[in-house]
């Protein structure tokens, strides 16, 4: 949008300058024009006063009678030109407002633009620094679980060879400890006769 605003600001230059060349070329049309047909006016009213002091002459057979033209066809086409210039002129002012118009009612919508996608970026780069923190958290959290998980995974190893070892041996142990019980149970026994015969005596 800044590219489109520098080359409209570009062109708006160029239509200017021409602008300007052509009000005052057409001036000039105008300022020229204007000097001649008060020169041929005036030209016109001094031969015109000259041709009516002259005795009149009687028109031959097969003419028409004499009209006073005093070159108003060259002034009634060179006033008709200086109408032209002023046409052109006004029409040219015209349209240069409306240039003027469009180039700052373009420029005012291009930073309107630029502002709302200016604030866009701030917020979508807001938006992303929140994502990127986020996302650092969610590593940390991530490495931390695995690191919780590795510590389950070695203790159940732990507990698996711990209970491995009690499955193997629990016959073994369950005939050994039944042993205990009964030599404790016949030592119990033998200590409980040999105690009554021994205070009875």
């Not at 142990?173 to 042993?179: I, K, L, N, T, V």
């Given at each position: 949008?800044?590219?489109?605003?520098q080359?409209?600001?570009?062109?708006?230059?160029?239509?200017?300058?021409?602008?300007?060349?052509?009000?005052?070329?057409?001036a000039?049309?105008?300022?020229?024009?204007?000097?001649?047909?008060?020169r041929?006016?005036?030209?016109y009213?001094?031969?015109?006063?000259a041709?009516?002091?002259?005795?009149a002459?009687?028109?031959?057979?097969g003419?028409?009678?004499?009209?006073k033209?005093?070159?108003?066809?060259?002034?009634?086409?060179m006033k008709?030109?200086?109408?032209?210039?002023?046409?052109?002129?006004a029409?040219?002012?015209?349209d240069?407002?409306d240039?003027?118009?469009?180039?700052?009612s373009?420029?005012?919508?291009?930073n309107?633009?630029?502002?709302?996608?200016s604030?866009d970026?701030v917020?979508?780069?807001?938006?992303k620094a929140?994502a990127?923190?986020?996302?650092t958290e969610?590593?940390?959290?991530i490495?931390?679980?695995?690191?919780?998980?590795e510590?389950?995974?070695d203790?159940?190893?732990?507990?698996?060879?711990?209970?491995?070892?009690v499955?193997?041996n629990?016959?073994i142990?369950?005939?050994?400890?039944?042993?205990e019980?009964?030599?404790l149970?016949?030592?119990k026994?033998?200590?409980?006769?040999?105690?009554?015969?021994?205070?009875?005596?």
């Open positions: 949008m800044r590219v489109e605003m080359r409209a600001s570009e062109d708006r230059q160029v239509q200017n300058k021409e602008f300007q060349a052509t009000v005052n070329d057409q000039a049309t105008q300022a020229i024009l204007g000097k001649a047909v008060a041929l006016e005036k030209f009213a001094a031969k015109a006063k041709l009516l002091q002259q005795p002459v009687a028109m031959p057979a003419f028409k009678s004499y009209k033209q005093g070159g108003t066809g060259v002034v009634a086409m008709e030109i200086m109408n032209d210039a002023k046409e052109m002129q029409e040219a002012t015209r240069e407002q240039a003027q118009e469009a180039y700052e373009f420029t005012a919508n291009s309107d633009g630029i502002n709302a996608r604030k970026i917020n979508k780069t807001e938006s929140l990127a923190q986020e996302r969610v590593e940390a959290s490495v931390q679980q695995v690191r919780d998980l510590m389950l995974n203790y159940k190893g732990q507990l698996h060879a711990s209970c491995d070892f499955m193997k629990f016959e142990r369950q005939e050994a400890r039944g042993q019980i009964e030599a149970s016949q030592a026994s033998i200590l409980s006769g040999a105690g009554g015969s021994e205070f009875g005596a």
